[in-house]
Nanobody, 125 residues
Framework: QVQLVESGGAAVQSGGSLILSCAAS????????MGWFVQAPGKEREGVAA???????IYAELVKGRFTISQDNTKNMLYLQMNSLEPEDTATYYC???????????????????WGQGTQVTVSS
């Protein structure tokens, strides 16, 4: 079973930047599709970025041009570079892994098999 551990969450001011990391144990990212999701208090979890096995990336409209998903397969790490942060980005951020043999990058939570515990990002105005 793969374990995912997010890190890098912090409190920042509006306009600031953060890099979130997700470490996977006991599995190689090259075999997985990965995604980043956010969940704000009282709201449903929603996908913001995903990356496929071939490096194809997709983004939710609300983060396009501000967030970048990437991975380092040599280190088994997934990243989310977040720029121009806004108070509306305040949420718990989760990484997720899709083990499907024919997986494609997706922002749909239901396709993912494993989840991390989340890391908190708070953006103040």
């Amino acid at each position: 079973q793969v374990q995912l551990v997010e890190s890098g969450g912090a409190a920042v001011q509006s306009g600031g930047s953060l890099i979130l990391s997700c470490a996977a144990s006991r599995y190689n990212y090259m075999r997985l599709c990965m995604g980043w999701f956010v969940q704000a208090p009282g709201k449903e979890r929603e996908g913001v970025a995903a990356i496929g096995r071939d490096g194809t990336t997709i983004y939710a409209e609300l983060v396009k041009g501000r967030f970048t998903i990437s991975q380092d397969n040599t280190k088994n790490m997934l990243y989310l570079q977040m720029n121009s942060l806004e108070p509306e980005d305040t949420a718990t951020y989760y990484c997720a892994a899709d083990f499907s043999p024919f997986c494609r990058p997706s922002t749909r939570a239901e396709v993912y098999d494993y989840w991390g515990q989340g890391t908190q990002v708070t953006v103040s105005s």
